[in-house]
C-alpha cells in the first residue's frame, strides 16, 4: 500500500513527512489489505485571524469498500494530522465491520413432522 503526501503552503518541517507516514501507518494497521493507496494532503486554508487554518484531507482506496474521504482543519499541522488518523481508524474499523456482516435474509421455521 503506498501513501502519498502532498504539502501545499505548508512549511514541510523536518520529520513532517515521517511524521505523517507513521502516524497513518499506525492508524491502517490491521486494516492495510483493504486498502489500494492513502493520499494524505496538508494545506494552510488561510483562516480568519485566529482561526483554524491547517487542513489535513484523507483519501483512501479501498478494495471492494466505499471511499473513504474527509478532511480536518486544526491550528496546527500535526493536530490535523493526529485527529485525521484517529478518525481514519476509527471509519474503517466501522466499514470492515459492516462489510464482514453476514446479510440477513428471511427466517425460515422448519417443521418436523
Given amino acids: 500500500?503506498?501513501?502519498d503526501l502532498q504539502c501545499d503552503g505548508v512549511e514541510?518541517?523536518?520529520?513532517?513527512?515521517?511524521?505523517v507516514?507513521?502516524?497513518?501507518r499506525s492508524a491502517i494497521g490491521?486494516?492495510?489489505d483493504h486498502i489500494q493507496w492513502a493520499?494524505?494532503?496538508?494545506?494552510?486554508v488561510n483562516g480568519a485571524e485566529g482561526a483554524a487554518d491547517k487542513r489535513c484531507v484523507v483519501q483512501l482506496k479501498l478494495r471492494n469498500l466505499?471511499?473513504?474521504?474527509?478532511?480536518?482543519?486544526?491550528?496546527?499541522?500535526?493536530?490535523a494530522?493526529?485527529?485525521?488518523?484517529?478518525?481514519?481508524?476509527?471509519?474503517l474499523?466501522?466499514?470492515?465491520?459492516?462489510?464482514?456482516?453476514?446479510?440477513?435474509?428471511?427466517a425460515i421455521a422448519v417443521l418436523q413432522a
Fill in 1 to 3: 500500500m503506498r501513501i
Fill in 12 to 19: 514541510t518541517a523536518p520529520g513532517l513527512r515521517d511524521y
Fill in 93 to 106: 474499523a466501522q466499514r470492515v465491520r459492516r462489510h464482514q456482516r453476514p446479510a440477513r435474509g428471511p
Fill in 21 to 24: 507516514a507513521q502516524r497513518m
Fill in 39 to 44: 493520499r494524505v494532503k496538508v494545506a494552510d
Fill in 66 to 79: 466505499p471511499d473513504v474521504v474527509f478532511a480536518i482543519t486544526q491550528l496546527e499541522v500535526r493536530a
Fill in 30 to 32: 490491521r486494516f492495510r
Fill in 81 to 91: 494530522v493526529d485527529e485525521a488518523a484517529d478518525r481514519v481508524a476509527r471509519v
